[in-house]
Each structure stands twice: as structure tokens, then as C-alpha cells.
């Protein structure tokens, strides 16, 4: 099973903050996160390990709760260029529906 | 360094045809993959490789074949084409299965 993914859009101005949620019906090892702009691939952001720290991308930064088998992803004071899809992967290699992130000015 | 690329950018495909997508990379990865998304939707792994002569079917291979004769290469086959396989085809590469995926620009598929 894949992933789930909450929620499934949102939509933000400019310099709000935003969670995105996944969470596993599965014992997770890892939890990888990317981002997908329109017509592009996606790219990566960063990788949560089991017993690892949490993570951060500038102002994008992600925990890794592996006993609930989650993980979030926080975006602080969103940017234009914060717009895309986010998806995260579990470790085996399956990811989420994705959740699409729309930064308004 | 290309990264991870993929030929054909575009391909219209008549129902029943067959034809082969091309991902290479250069950074030496062990493993690659293939997955599909269907517009507005998440990735769908079709296959993937932990290495040559090593594949591997993931959630959807009905429809689809693959061959990893080199470290560099790994071609997706489709046989008989079918609407349903109308998506844009990702191939992606890494050094472990835990670490980063390296994907190509994606091959547009669309089959009448």
C-alpha cells in the first residue's frame, strides 16, 4: 500500500506556512520527500531515517515519527518558487498521491 | 555529468504498436526505475533494477517488459499498446535504494 498523503492541496500567500503530512500503514526505515513543478520531473528534497535527525532545505524542513509511521514536511514563510507537488516515498520505493502546493502573491 | 536521460521525448503510438523507451545514466548507479503518472496523479512504479541482469516488477508491470544488460542502460518495453498506457514515463537512478532519485525528463506517451 502507498503512502497517504494529507492534505491533498493547499493553497497559500506568500510567506504563510504550510504542513504536509504522509503516513504509512507500514513499518517505515525511511521517509524521502520531492517536489514536482508543472511539466518537470520531480526533484529531491531530503531523506528522514530511522533514528535520524530531522532534516532541513532552507526553509523546508521534515520530522520522521517512526513509531506513529509518519512523517511531515514544514514550509516556513512559503516562497513563489514553493509551488509545485509535493510527494513523499516510503522505503520501498513507493510514493504518495502527492500533495499540490499553490503559493499566491 | 547528463544525469539520467530518456529517448523519446514524445511518442503517438497507434493501438497493438509496440516500441521500446530508452533511459541511460551516467553516474554509475546501481539501481534504476521506471514508474508512470497519469495526469494530475502520483508516480506508479512500473519495474525496477538493483543492478545488471537483476529486475524486479513493482506496482503496475502488466503491459510492460525490461532488460538490464549494462549498469547504464534500462529500457521499458511495451508490446501491444494500449489506451490505458496513455502517461508520462519516468526513469529514474540511485546509488541504494535509501538514498537519492536521480530522475530523467520524463517520455509523453500518448497511445490512440
Known amino acids: 500500500q502507498q503512502p497517504v498523503q494529507s492534505p491533498q492541496a493547499v493553497i497559500l500567500r506568500e510567506g504563510e506556512d504550510a504542513v504536509i503530512n504522509c503516513s504509512s500503514s507500514?513499518?517505515?526505515?525511511?521517509v524521502h520527500w520531492y517536489r514536482q513543478k508543472h511539466g518537470e520531473a520531480p526533484v529531491f528534497l531530503m531523506i528522514?531515517?530511522?533514528?535520524?535527525e530531522q532534516k532541513g532545505h532552507d526553509k523546508i524542513s521534515a520530522s520522521f515519527n517512526e513509531k506513529k509511521q509518519q512523517s511531515s514536511l514544514y514550509l516556513t514563510a512559503s516562497q513563489l518558487s514553493y509551488s509545485g507537488t509535493y510527494f513523499c516515498?516510503?522505503?520501498?520505493?513507493?510514493f504518495g498521491k502527492g500533495t499540490r502546493l499553490h503559493i499566491l502573491p | 555529468n547528463a544525469g539520467v536521460t530518456q529517448t523519446p521525448k514524445f511518442r503517438i503510438l497507434k493501438i497493438g504498436q509496440s516500441m521500446t523507451l530508452q533511459c541511460t545514466q551516467d553516474?554509475?548507479?546501481?539501481?534504476m526505475y521506471w514508474y508512470r503518472q497519469d495526469p494530475g496523479m502520483g508516480l506508479k512504479l512500473i519495474y525496477y533494477?538493483?543492478?545488471?541482469?537483476?529486475?524486479d516488477k513493482g506496482e503496475v508491470p502488466n503491459g510492460y517488459n525490461v532488460s538490464r544488460s549494462t549498469t547504464e542502460d534500462f529500457p521499458l518495453r511495451l508490446e501491444l499498446a494500449a489506451p490505458s498506457q496513455t502517461s508520462v514515463y519516468f526513469c529514474?537512478?540511485?546509488?541504494?535504494?535509501?538514498?537519492?532519485?536521480?530522475f530523467g525528463p520524463g517520455t509523453r506517451l500518448l497511445v490512440l
Open positions: 516515498r516510503d522505503d520501498k520505493i513507493i
Open positions: 553516474m554509475n548507479h546501481n539501481y
Open positions: 529514474a537512478s540511485s546509488p541504494g535504494i535509501q538514498e537519492t532519485q536521480y
Open positions: 528522514l531515517l530511522k533514528g535520524g
Open positions: 533494477s538493483v543492478g545488471a541482469g537483476i529486475t
Open positions: 507500514k513499518a517505515l526505515y525511511s
